[in-house]
């Protein structure tokens, strides 16, 4: 069985910074790809960012330029660096990781969600 703990939400004004992480623990054989998901009230989920095992990124339109994803594998952790936020980014924040627990097996796992709220 695989864990995930998000951490890093919060509260803060326009213009400002945040850092999310997503931990997984457990039984980890390797993970590969890892993605960012958010979901604002009354709205679906969408996809923010995403990185593949080999550090390939890609970013949703909305936040290009603005938000940062990195992975520390030694660590089985993603990080999404938040910067310039805006109160559109307002959502709860969702990791989901591509986990593989033996060489021949995977799956998906989501972590528990985080909350991002940006005050104008």
């Known amino acids: 069985q695989v864990q995930l703990v998000e951490s890093g939400g919060g509260l803060v004004q326009a213009g400002g910074s945040l850092r999310l992480s997503c931990a997984a623990s457990?039984?980890?054989?390797?993970?590969?790809?890892m993605r960012w998901y958010r979901q604002a009230p009354g709205k679906q989920r969408e996809s923010v960012a995403g990185?593949?095992?080999?550090?390939?990124?890609n970013y949703a339109d909305s936040v290009k330029g603005r938000f940062t994803i990195s992975r520390d594998n030694a660590k089985n952790t993603v990080y999404l660096q938040m910067d310039s936020l805006k109160p559109e980014d307002t959502a709860v924040y969702y990791c989901?990781?591509?986990?593989?627990?033996?060489?021949?097996?995977?799956?998906?796992?989501w972590g528990q969600g985080t909350q991002v709220t940006v005050s104008s």
């Open positions: 989901n990781l591509d986990v593989m627990d033996t060489w021949y097996s995977s799956r998906d796992y």
């Open positions: 457990g039984s980890v054989f390797r993970i590969q790809a």
């Open positions: 990185i593949t095992s080999g550090g390939s990124t």
